[in-house]
């Protein structure tokens, strides 16, 4: 009885995380692929930076 509570809550809050993370991958997972592929190649911070603020612009054109 109180245990089965804690236990549907806390399978509760697991699919709520499931599908945050799940719709975060949906929107975001072209630019996160991109900026992996692009963080691979940079072999300086200022690489690594750009990678970092082209990730910033693709994922601003996507959010409103």
Do not use: D, M
Not at 2 to 28: E, N, Q
Request: aromatic share 6%.
């Amino acid at each position: 009885p109180r245990g089965s509570v804690t236990a549907i809550v806390i399978g509760g809050i697991g699919v709520l995380l499931s599908g945050i993370l799940l719709l975060g991958f949906v929107l975001f997972g072209k630019q996160a692929s991109t900026y992996s592929r692009c963080l691979s190649g940079a072999n300086t911070i200022a690489a690594q930076q750009a990678c970092q603020n082209q990730f910033i612009h693709s994922v601003e054109q996507v959010t409103p």
